[in-house]
């Protein structure tokens, strides 16, 4: 690694290559805070929780919430010095080097990527559900449906961030007024629903996957560090609403989870595809659509939101020409319209996979299973790039101007987070197998070394990073190798 970065230098090419800065603050906190996805994150995922971990569902997601908040003040830190449409990926090229940053870039996709088959399902099963309770709908109806759901998302992301924004607003709205209903009447009915609270001895094995699995839930605020390009005031705003978005969550599985566990028998809860619906038909009997209507507003928001992040990470590579240069492509709403098809389109392959062919929807639902296990992989590398721009990146960097005894606690938890992500990426491999079957460590570990795989072939590929000052000037900036 260089000693040094080198001072950035404008370069000639095209400045209208530019996402457009149209986001205000208050676009950005609903983003983070949306992106969530709190009552579908619960819905997907909360079955599974109470059959492996029971009531320890509660300090497992606990062990993982503390890394994932402290590592908001971190990205709201490199997001200060470093906004970029690529964020993380970025970063990692800026602080560590480019070798880390094109793995990291390959970790990055695959977070995201295997982050939206797992909600494009769902949004066609709700969707079904509501519309038509007591069919079976055959394999082709229920692949229709989910394939309207990405034709939906696209409509936003296609019409730009802005469009997006106030979409989501309007989604996320609903939701919260869902929210707060249910927690109040959950409240007001606890007297008469209320069950045995029983923790019982503590499954180890399963506290841990629930720990992985929670990175599923208590990730998306990082959706404003991605659109920072995007932002009005770059270096001020991006990082608030994922700090906002991080306590958020948070606060919200606080509240639903203690409830939704405390008022329905923890056999009912288990495995269940949807158990908030199990947990509303006890608090509003015969009414399901109340909870399956902001339930698939949450999947949906949630859709386009993931595919967000995803497509401007694909626009910052492609602008680099990591991957090809197509995909750093703007329609006339400022919109990298083939990073936006290109995910969503390949999604809806995997999709049609999945739901046709018995052999390879099986190998996709053990692929997919393991999202929860990339976005904390992607996690813990911010982390390890917060600690080396902590700790050394001021003498790497003296044009930052950072002060590293004005951010020592900042430092520590950075190194405290990145411990506990490691551990429990660690644990995943160990415990993997019994709780999602075998061949999920053989399938994870092939994946990883893809990774150096494609971080090999991508090396000649690159150039020096992109990024644009605050006048919009396009710029470049040696990173270290």
Known sequence: MSSDLQPTEQITEPSDRRLRPTLHIWDLIPLSVSSVGPMFSVAATGGVMAAQAGWWTLPAIAILAVPFIISSFVFRL?????PHAGASYHWSARIIGKGVSRYQGWILILAYFLSIPPIAIPAGSYTLALLAPHSHPSSLLEFSVTVFWLFFAAIPLLLGSKPTARITQLFFLVEMVALFGFAVVGVLSWHRLSVPIHFGKAPIGGILIVAVIAATILDG????????????????????GGIIGAFGALLFYAILYPLMLGETPLHALANSTDPLAVWSQRLVPSAPWIMLIPILLSTAGGLWLTSFILTRALYAMGRERLIPASFAKLNRNHVPHVAVLAALGTAGVVVSLQLFVTSLGSFFNLVLSGAGFFLLAEFLLDSVTGVIFLSVGHRRMPEMSLQPHQHRLLLVGAIFSSVVMAALLIAFFIFGPTA?????????????????????????RTRETVHFDEHGSELTAATPR
């Open 78 to 82: 490199l997001n200060q010095h470093f």
């Open 436 to 460: 999602i079957g075998n061949g999920i460590d053989e399938t994870l570990a092939a994946l990883l070394g893809c990774g150096f795989a494609f971080a090999w072939w991508t090396k000649k």
């Open 221 to 240: 605020w990082e959706i404003d560090s991605y659109a920072s390009e995007e932002s009005e005031k770059p270096r001020k705003d991006p990082g608030i």
